[in-house]
Structures are given as structure tokens and as C-alpha cells.
């Protein structure tokens, strides 16, 4: 049997996989980091765990990891407006916001339970 894989099909094929492998690199996540940064700054109002200690601070644990960024960016740019939270958001980088999203989604044990809508 023949086959049918010409050279510039492989090549674009191979392209794609470095593409791929290159910008999921750039999203790199560092957990424990996340977690240092979480018990210095955020853990007294949202837990360590990420239940807040009391109902006025949301529980963020396994909240979904693109909700949690894009949440405290825009605290950060004042596109959300909370005056605590901008306080906080402020002195966090891009690469902060990255890790403690990425902590915080992680918690799977402290969850929100799924609401079952009909
Ligand atoms: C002094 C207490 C306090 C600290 C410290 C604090 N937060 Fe918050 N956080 C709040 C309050 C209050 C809200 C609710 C604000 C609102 O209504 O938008 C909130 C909201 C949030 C939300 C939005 C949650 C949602 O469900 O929409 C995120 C995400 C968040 N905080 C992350 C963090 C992170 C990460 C840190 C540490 C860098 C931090 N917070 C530090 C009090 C705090």
C-alpha cells in the first residue's frame, strides 16, 4: 500500500506540534508558589483552604482558573470596583495572579457544591 504523507504535509504537521508545545509553555503555572503568595497575602480574609473565614469573603476553592484571573485583573484595572480587593490586586504581577489562580482551582476538597438547575 502506498502512502499518501508528502514532505510539506509533515512538515506543517510538525509545525503545528511545536506551535502547540510552545504556547502551552508560555502558560506555565507554579503551584507552590501560588501557595506561598496565597498565605501571605490572602489566606486571612479567603483561607488558606479557600473558604473565606467569614461569608463576606468568597470561597475561591476550585472556582474555575480562567474566572479567578480574570476576576482579580479586573480588580487590578478597576474594571471590577471593590476597594479591598483593589488594594490587593494591585501589588500582584501578572505571574501572581497566574499562581494564585492556579493554587486556589486546585482545592478541589473545599468546593462550591454544582447547583443542579432544571
Ligand atoms: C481583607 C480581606 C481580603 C483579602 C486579604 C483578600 N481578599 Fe479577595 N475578596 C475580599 C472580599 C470582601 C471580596 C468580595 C469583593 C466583591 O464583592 O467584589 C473578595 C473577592 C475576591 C475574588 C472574587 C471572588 C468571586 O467569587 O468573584 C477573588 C478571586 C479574590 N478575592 C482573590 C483574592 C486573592 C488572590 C487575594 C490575595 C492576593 C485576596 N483575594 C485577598 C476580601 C479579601
Do not use: W
Not at 505571574?95 to 473545599?110: C, F, P
Request: aromatic content about 10%; glycine content about 6%.
Amino acid at each position: 500500500m502506498k502512502t499518501h504523507l508528502n514532505s510539506s504535509k509533515l512538515f506543517s504537521a510538525t509545525l503545528f506540534i511545536l506551535t502547540l508545545l510552545v504556547s502551552t509553555s508560555s502558560l506555565a503555572f507554579d503551584k507552590e508558589a501560588g501557595k506561598k503568595k496565597a498565605e501571605q497575602v490572602c489566606a486571612s480574609c479567603h483561607g488558606l483552604d479557600g473558604v473565606g473565614i467569614i461569608p463576606t469573603y468568597p470561597n475561591l476553592a476550585g472556582q474555575y482558573v480562567d474566572y479567578l484571573i480574570k476576576s482579580l485583573k479586573d480588580y487590578r484595572s478597576g474594571k471590577r470596583s471593590n476597594a479591598v480587593m483593589a488594594g490587593f490586586a494591585a501589588t500582584l504581577t501578572d505571574e501572581d495572579i497566574q499562581n494564585l489562580a492556579y493554587y486556589y482551582a486546585t482545592l478541589k476538597d473545599n468546593r462550591l457544591p454544582v447547583l443542579d438547575l432544571k
